[in-house]
T-cell receptor, first 111, second 115 residues
Framework: QKEVEQDPGPLSVPEGAIVSLNCTYS??????FMWYRQYSRKGPELLMY????GNKEDGRFTAQVDKSSKYISLFIRDSQPSDSATYLC???????????FGQGTRLTINP | EAGVVQSPRYKIIEKKQPVAFWCNPI?????LYWYLQNLGQGPELLIR????????DSQLPKDRFSAERLKGVDSTLKIQPAELGDSAVYLC?????????????FGPGTRLTVL
């Protein structure tokens, strides 16, 4: 079993829809949770960063962490065609330097 | 400010040939990472450098892969000999190295195809 599980999709939604992306994990030592966005033929770029449980909002993006359920989510409001990309969750333990990534979810926003 | 630079962007070789990838991290970043990303998968760490020292190479297949980071700046990842299963994207990332909360900045990757 992988440490981090993420539905690979693909996920296709109309422009303006609310998108929900999710990951589950098994390692309770994970303390820092990230979402990376990766456009085709590009490297991943950090989108959201959350420490421990709770919510974090940045514009149209909201990241949620539920450590009791070992479940994290990324919500995208008013989705735009430019949001079409692969979204990777990643997490790391306190004091560690090794990021553990999910498989990535390929998202397409249709105009 | 320039981001992480990688070259070449694409490489096609025949199996059993050697290949090398080059990475120039963001200026001032002490920590450098090499990741492997297979199609439809997330990146997996191959090796992490703190300055010149390889501090985590547990996932590097040492029979055919090698890496170096001379002078603690640029880095080279080599495969010799390449196998068909090595076809993937090789990503380089860098961070300041000041702690767990460091943001890792990724380069565009080198897409390797082994025929």
């Amino acid at each position: 079993q992988k440490e981090v599980e993420q539905d690979p999709g693909p996920l296709s939604v109309p422009e303006g829809a609310i998108v929900s992306l999710n990951c589950t994990y098994s390692n309770s030592a994970f303390q820092y949770f990230m979402w990376y966005r990766q456009y085709s033929r590009k490297g991943p770029e950090l989108l959201m960063y959350t420490y421990s449980s709770g919510n974090k909002e940045d514009g149209r993006f909201t990241a949620q962490v539920d450590k009791s359920s070992k479940y994290i989510s990324l919500f995208i409001r008013d989705s735009q065609p430019s949001d079409s990309a692969t979204y990777l969750c990643a997490m790391i333990s306190q004091g560690a330097q090794k990021l553990v990534f999910g498989q990535g979810t390929r998202l397409t926003i249709n105009p | 400010e320039a981001g992480v630079v990688q070259s070449p962007r694409y490489k096609i070789i025949e199996k059993k040939q050697p290949v090398a990838f080059w990475c120039n991290p963001i200026s001032g970043h002490n920590t450098l990472y090499w990741y492997l990303q297979n199609l439809g998968q997330g990146p997996e760490l191959l090796i992490r450098y703190e300055n010149e020292e390889a501090v985590d190479d547990s996932q590097l297949p040492k029979d055919r892969f090698s890496a170096e980071r001379l002078k603690g700046v640029d880095s080279t990842l080599k495969i010799q000999p390449a196998e068909l299963g090595d076809s993937a994207v090789y990503l380089c990332a860098s961070s300041t190295g000041t702690g767990t909360q460091d943001t890792q900045y990724f380069g565009p990757g080198t897409r390797l195809t082994v025929l």
